[in-house]
DNA sequence: TTATGGGTAGACAGGTCGGTCTACTTGGTC
DNA sequence: GACCAAGTAGACCGACCTGTCTACCCATAA
């Protein structure tokens, strides 16, 4: 990949995340980034394909993140406890890689592109399996049967914290989930 | 309050629920509308007013249907049981008054903007605090001290069941917090 | 040297945006 | 009838949008 095409992916998802996808309109892009229009178009057809490769982007990114974080579980208790401190550690701006915390880009996204059957929707879709894929594959690490009804209950508390801590800004959640998960 | 000012707020929060506040210009409210755009002009003094009085006439509006939905409700594990349950029925169509399914009108206008401290993002925190205070005065009518972090739990969960059903378009949520919540 | 690929500045086009304004109509009240 | 409030159609304005294009440059490989 080259690094002009680089540069626009990065300076796009920085300004995308922070701002909005509709808000920041290509011109901005490029003025950020110091690239020629038609080196933008050189490398993506459109908008929504620039706009699809930092969705890739940021997928890869935070589920390499969380598979880091979530690594040392060796039980489900530990799991919870792992992932949920690290959401709290992402809300808090602790983690550089993901940038100031915005809320989840994928539920931002989705949120500015109503129409469930357009690509980004599509694709802000597939992030969620593929972060639940993450945490199911941790738990096959130390289990041979993943308790799949905990793992339903993880990735709906890991978008009820993600949502209360951008919307309402309360970053309570991990704790009052971890607790939570406890009782089960 | 007028007639063409009614007008003017339901058209528009319904296209802006339905569609996402950037991606419906005022040009298109007045056409869907019939209503003359010195007329919106001489309601609301800028796009803003009118997307702060969709807010004010959705929350007015969520607040009255889920306030009817739990009123029911003698005892924790009742208010539960209710409250997730009409929030199915929401994610499946089966409340009129709220319209076509589309997740959250105060998520998805807070991921429309960003700014944190704009007038949007705080009267869409603002409706999460109301709604909480729907859900904690239903719980007063049953015990002398409604129980904290029960409250807290319910609205998270509240918030992961919202998000999932309209991101990942999973509806299972409900069912799920119905029986983590009946954990504790 | 020539060809190719990647890159530059930025003008241009057609369209939409939010907001301002002209000129006029209608209905109700005094 | 005069006045006021609410309303109409829609032109206009400046700004911005996405995408196309001209004319040119630089580096590398053959």
Redesign the interface.
């Given at each position: 990949m080259s690094d002009k095409r680089q540069q626009l992916i990065e300076t796009a998802l920085e300004l995308f995340y922070?701002?909005?996808v509709?808000?920041i309109g290509i011109n901005e892009v490029l003025k950020v980034s110091g690239v020629a229009k038609k080196t933008l178009y050189h490398h993506f057809t459109s908008k929504e394909a620039l706009v699809l490769a930092t969705l890739e982007t940021r997928n890869q990114r935070f589920s390499q993140w969380l598979t880091v974080q979530i690594a040392p579980a060796k039980n489900n208790q530990e799991l919870v406890e792992h992932l949920f401190q690290s959401l709290k550690g992402w809300f808090e701006d602790r983690v550089e890689v993901l940038g100031e915390f915005?809320?989840c880009f994928?539920?931002?996204?989705?949120?500015?592109?109503?129409d469930?059957e357009s690509e980004i929707s599509r694709y802000?879709?597939q992030h969620?399996?593929d972060i639940k894929q993450v945490i199911r594959q941790q738990m096959a690490t130390y289990a041979d049967q993943p308790d799949e009804t905990l793992l339903?209950?993880i990735?709906?508390?890991?978008?009820?914290?993600?949502?209360?801590a951008?919307?309402?800004?309360d970053m309570?959640?991990p704790e009052?989930?971890i607790e939570?998960l406890k009782?089960?």
């Open positions: 922070q701002e909005g509709q808000s915005r809320g994928f539920i931002n996204t989705a949120a500015e592109f109503r469930s802000c879709r969620k399996s339903e209950r990735c709906l508390l890991k978008e009820g914290v993600i949502t209360q951008y919307v309402a800004q309570s959640g009052q989930a939570l009782g089960r």
